[in-house]
């Protein structure tokens, strides 16, 4: 893969002169918010904050304590296929699969020289251009307080107006013919290199469609209160429209592609609330995507501000959602870690285990009749980095199994 390349929409703020009256590109130059943002966000801010608790002494701090290892045939959970260890499913097989405990780099993630290598753009994006997040922070070593009526309720009260500069990579191979119409995948938490690295092998083995992949940084922070948790784990359709209507349009005219339109052309992706979020996005606008790759996918209650048509955040996936709905035109490919997250936090609401949300979202799905794979794996952590080393290549070619292009 070459060397990362700037677009131009990345021209450093250092470069204009005190003399120069131009004004700098709005992506890159830190513009301060208007007056009315500070005093929306922060009555949304406040909008959980029942009566009687203090917006001063209401944050506490907490340090996660060390998950249970779970055992993939737990009463309950779904029953699935154990591989023999260093095995991975095949890519054309939906259902349930254990792996490890070892787990291997798949060949397709280390840069193969004998390869086409893509290239990889970089550019930067100011809260102060974005319409749909201008920003938000939690306050350092805060966290939240349960709401005493309600445990399932967490109050956020030092969330605030802050601004941020997003990281988006772009990685584009070099089979791509200008001018044509590309498919592409969108990748929360970026820039992600592994995934570049196996599209240049997957790419040039056929194994995947010539494809665009759009790895966009979150605007900082963790969970509730945090801009990070706004985008990702807030259950709308407002992320995917940000990435539409923001991002999108600054990929093609700065890197000079052009993105398919074809939600089935199109696919999600991310790791923890990333991968909540990869759902997220195509859970409500499926005429936008039609694939979804998770690892350690936050489906559980972590959403903020609270939401009553949603009030369990994205445990609501498979408590009620995906229940009660129609099927929708959704692929989905899921990874959970044996040692996944539990309880990581002070809320005590039966509804913070990554393991028995992800066993209950491949329950669910299976029950729906959803094109799905899901991995438990043995030895592994929170996103750990070894399972995605080992199962990426063959989750993306899973991933695009029946995808076939758009003829002209």
């Known amino acids: 893969m070459k060397t990362s390349e700037k677009c131009p929409l990345t021209v450093a703020a250092s470069r204009q002169s005190a003399a120069n009256s131009k004004r700098l590109n709005s992506a890159t130059f830190c513009r301060k918010p208007p007056r009315w943002f500070y005093a929306a966000a922060w009555l949304g801010a406040l909008v959980c904050l029942p009566a009687g608790i203090n917006p001063a002494t209401a944050q506490s701090t907490t340090n996660r304590p060390t998950p249970p290892i779970r055992d993939p045939h737990t ?4 029953t699935a296929t154990e591989l023999p260890d260093g095995d991975i499913p095949p890519a054309n097989a939906d259902g349930n699969f254990i792996i490890g405990p070892t787990h291997n780099r798949a060949p397709e993630m280390m840069v193969q020289t004998n390869v086409p290598q893509g290239t990889v753009y970089n550019f930067t994006m100011n809260s102060a251009d974005s319409k749909i997040y201008p920003g938000i922070a939690r306050a350092p070593k805060t966290f939240g307080t349960m709401d005493p009526s309600d445990p399932a309720l967490l109050v956020v009260t030092t969330s605030y107006p802050a601004p941020y500069i997003r990281h988006v990579s772009v990685y ?3 089979q791509y013919v200008p001018g044509t119409v590309a498919t592409f995948i969108v990748g929360a938490d970026g820039p992600d290199q592994p995934l570049f690295t196996a599209l240049d092998s997957l790419i040039a ?5 010539v494809m665009i992949a ?4 979150n605007g900082s ?3 509730q209160g945090s801009e990070r948790g706004l985008e990702y784990d807030t259950m709308s359709g407002r992320y995917a429209e940000f990435v539409e209507q923001e991002v999108l349009p600054l990929v093609e005219k700065q890197c000079h592609v052009t993105l398919t339109k074809n939600p089935d052309g199109r696919a999600t992706m991310g790791g923890s609330s990333g991968g909540s979020c990869a759902l997220i996005m195509a859970w409500y606008h499926p005429e936008l995507y039609h694939r979804v790759l998770t690892y350690s996918a936050t489906y559980v209650n972590q959403q903020w501000p609270y939401n009553p048509v949603t009030p369990h955040g994205a445990w609501e996936f498979h408590e009620h959602l995906i229940p009660n709905s129609p099927v929708k035109p959704l692929r989905i490919w899921m990874e959970v870690g044996d040692h996944d997250l539990f309880n990581p936090n002070i809320m005590r609401d039966n509804m913070h285990d ?5 066993e209950n979202m491949a329950r669910v799905l299976a029950a729906k009749g959803y094109h799905y794979q899901f991995i438990f794996a043995r030895n592994a952590g929170h996103v750990d980095s070894r399972v995605k080393q080992q199962t990426l290549a063959e989750a993306l070619e899973w991933l695009w199994q ?3 292009p758009d003829i002209k």
């Open 402 to 404: 029946d995808y076939r």
């Open 354 to 358: 990554w393991v028995l949300a992800n």
């Open 205 to 209: 083995e056929d194994k995947v469609p």
């Open 172 to 174: 584009v191979p070099k």
């Open 221 to 223: 922070g963790d969970a």
């Open 214 to 217: 759009i790895s966009i940084g």
């Open 75 to 78: 009463p309950g959970y779904v």
